[in-house]
Structures are given as C-alpha cells and as structure tokens.
C-alpha cells in the first residue's frame, strides 16, 4: 500500500521562531582523556532561553553513567519548560555524518511518544545526515496491523540559523524518503505485491521525476536477455 510508513515530518526553524514542543535534543561530546562529557559548542543565543545548560554537570553525568558514547542519551532533570535529552556523538576526533545519524536516530527515539521535539544545532552540522537518521528511526510500517501502536513523534523542527543546514536538511530527506519507499517494497508481501505491482509502484514514484528514466521489462523481454533464473522464480 502506497505511504503506508508512517513519515516523520521535519521542518528547520530559526531559534527564535521555535514554538512549543515537548523535547529539546541537543548533542554532547566524549571526553578523549576520560573526564566529562561536554555539550556541542556553537549554538544559538536562545540556548539558555529553552532550557538548555552551559555546561553539563559532571555529577550527574557520573551517577547517570553518561559519557556521550554515539547514541547514548541523557535525559536531564525536570525543568519549568520542555524536556531536555543530551545525545553523544563520541569523541570529537573522527566525528563523522554516520555518527551524526546515529545520534539523531537516538534524540528522535528518545522522545518517544512526545508528537513534537526539536534539535538544536550549530551552524555547521550536518543537516543531510540529521534528517537521514530523523526520519529513518521515525520509520513504522502499519499497513498490516489490525490495531496500530501509539503515535511516536510526529513533527521535529531542527533549530539553527544556518541557511547550508536547511538546503542539507532538504536533500537528506528526499533521500531519508526513497529509502522508506523501498523499506515499503520489502515489508510488503508477494501476496500483495507481484511484480506487475511492483513495476506499477516504482513508475507510479518516479515518472516524473526529471532526469529518471524507468524500464520495465515484461516476459518477454526477460526471454530475449536469456535470463531463464529470472523466469524460473
């Protein structure tokens, strides 16, 4: 069935436009000699106004067993404003968009059930990866259940001033989107999906994308190329 993921919808706001939400990630460092994490630097003015701290408590780090491994989340204490969840990305040698991807797949399944989170970044992450592992953990495929799971986030605005972070995010989630389409095709089964089907969907998805070319080949034409392994399935 067409769109049956579930799409997780994101959206890059200027800080000082970033209305209500429930969560704030933000991404921390890993201390190469073994001491404390310490929060990303770089980010904007309104930081402090949403919550965020100056710098991570080293205490609570310790009882918390946090030292910003990739992906390792820390949910701050409970503040007057939205919750406020701390990703690791490791140490910042070799810091990497695969690394970026897994902490924002972590920030977004730490807010569990909340409908509407933020991430506040500096001007030079990433966006592309950030959207990439946003979306991709975000991804749910519920065509099948005859009652489906609560609804997980929903909406998450990426906070930064950075016009080249917005121009990113727009890429990684055209790509973050083709690979839930293909994740569509494979949880989908034979029963539901022949390959007549299959052709239908694929061209159906990119007739008019330009600069894509689609061929399908019937009987046929699968014959003609001699690829009897093909016709024997």
Known sequence: EEGAHVSLSIEVVAPEA????????????????????????GLPARAAELGIPAELDPDECTREGFKAKVGQVL??????????????????DGLDDERWRRG?????????????????????????????????????????????????????????????????????VVAADAVSFARDLVNTPPSDLNPTQLADRVTGRLQDRTGITVEVWDEEKIVGERLGGLLAV
């Not at 970033?18 to 994490?37: K, N, R």
């Not at 949910?75 to 910042?92: H, Y």
């Open 104 to 172: 924002a797949a972590a920030a977004v399944r730490s807010a569990g059930e909340s409908g509407v989170a933020a991430l506040v970044v500096p001007e030079d992450a990433p966006g592309a990866a950030l959207a990439e592992g946003s979306v991709l953990a975000a991804y749910r495929f519920d065509a099948y259940r005859s009652k489906p799971p609560p609804t997980s986030l929903e909406r998450l605005f990426i906070a930064t001033d950075s016009e080249a972070v917005r121009d990113s995010v727009a890429r990684g």
């Open 18 to 41: 970033l209305g209500d939400v429930s969560t704030i990630g933000v991404f921390a460092l890993a201390a190469g000699d073994g001491g404390p994490p310490t929060l990303l630097g």
């Open 75 to 92: 949910k701050l204490g409970p503040g007057s404003g939205p919750r406020v969840v701390v990703v690791g990305l490791g140490p910042a």
